[in-house]
């Protein structure tokens, strides 16, 4: 008999169980409740998207997202709901979706490259033995051999040559199947790679490949000693466009204004997605007074342009933007870099808008 005193192995189990399931879920709580206040602070509407990511901020993980809304909120001192959109497509649905297409991909890359050993490696067994078959008639074929036993030798032979041909036909065969099959797969691991850091809405670089490979290009700049520019560029008064026509329009004239800065850029220049209407532009082996006429250019198109619902054709208006030229500094780091176009920005925004601060010309 248990004394009363002293509770069953299976109840202690079972209150251990409840004792964790109820701290998870004070936990997951605490949680959502810091997601919606942060949702109801800086208005943005909790739809699962923006609920998600909130989420995700108020319990620090993933690092990278705390630090990205972090920084946009210190920025900026609010955030909107489309920086939140943008942000959720990095790091939840087009993200992990890519990154389970590439481990898929991976996975049937090595079951490819692992038939084409195995066929190599049963082709090498199969010459082998054909060797030996070709040493043990050579040992037959003695002087003293009578002709049947030479017609016998030979017919080995000739049967031996003939499964060798046939064995080293489908060798080469399977190996060509192998071959168009890895190729293709490389290309589909190569777009789901590209497509990682790939801006869903606007189809330029994201965020997260600018930092990774601004880094790069400057220690690149810094090695041959060319000039390099990093631009800040704003759409003015995005969220009135989106506010007045529709977050559908506003998509269309971010996919717009990110066209017209890829017309305008060459070779080794990289046009990223910053965040929400913001966008970077790395110019390498740039001056900031070519890096400025660049920029006229886009500026001046962008003033010209008709734009216009594609529904009913009602004008949308004019829309400007504001850049920020910062040409690198010798020994300055990226942040640095990023810091000073950021300022520039600032400047050309309470100086009226629509118009480029560059670091002044030497």
């Given at each position: 008999m248990i004394p009363d005193s002293k509770p069953a192995p299976e109840t202690e189990a079972q209150d251990d169980f409840e004792s964790t399931a109820d701290l998870e879920f004070e936990r997951a709580l605490a949680i959502s409740v810091k997601a919606l206040r942060y949702a109801q602070a800086y208005r943005t509407p909790p739809v699962p998207k923006t609920y998600e990511v909130w989420y995700a901020f108020a319990s620090g993980k993933p690092e990278g997202l705390r630090k990205e809304v972090s920084t946009l909120i210190e920025k900026k001192g609010t955030i909107d709901?489309?920086?939140?959109?943008?942000?959720?497509?990095?790091?939840?649905?087009?993200?992990?979706?890519?990154?389970?297409?590439?481990?898929?991909?991976?996975?049937?890359?090595?079951?490819?490259?692992?038939?084409?050993?195995?066929?190599?490696?049963?082709?090498?067994v199969t010459n082998e033995h054909y060797s030996g078959s070709l040493k043990q008639s050579a040992s037959k074929l003695s002087s003293a051999a009578t002709p049947e036993q030479v017609r016998d030798t030979v017919e080995v032979l000739l049967l031996e040559n003939a499964r060798m041909r046939a064995e080293s036909v489908k060798l080469n065969r399977d190996l060509e199947q192998t071959r168009v099959q890895v190729r293709k797969l490389r290309t589909s691991l190569e777009k789901s790679r590209e497509n990682e850091f790939r801006d869903p809405l606007t189809n330029v670089s994201n965020r997260r490949y600018f930092e990774r490979t601004l880094g790069k290009m400057i220690n690149e700049a810094n090695a041959t000693g060319t000039p390099l520019c990093l631009v800040m560029a704003d759409l003015d008064h995005f969220k009135r466009i989106s506010d007045t026509f529709g977050h559908q329009v506003g998509d269309d004239v971010l996919r717009y204004f990110a066209s017209l800065m890829m017309k305008n850029v060459k070779g080794q220049d990289l046009v990223a997605r910053y965040g929400g209407e913001e966008f970077a532009i790395v110019l390498p082996s740039t001056s900031a007074a070519n890096a400025n006429r660049v920029i006229s250019n886009i500026m001046g198109q962008l003033d010209t342009a008709n734009l216009v619902i594609s529904r009913g054709k009602n004008p949308i208006g004019k829309v400007t933007s504001s850049f920020g030229i910062a040409q690198m500094r010798p020994g300055e780091s990226a942040t640095q870099l990023i810091e000073r176009a950021d300022s520039r920005l600032y400047q050309a925004k309470h100086a009226g808008r629509n118009r480029a601060v560059c670091d002044p010309v030497g």
């Open positions: 709901p489309l920086y939140l959109d943008q942000i959720h497509s990095e790091f939840f649905s087009e993200g992990e979706q890519d990154r389970r297409q590439q481990e898929l991909l991976g996975y049937h890359l090595d079951k490819e490259m692992e038939k084409a050993v195995n066929r190599v490696h049963k082709h090498l």
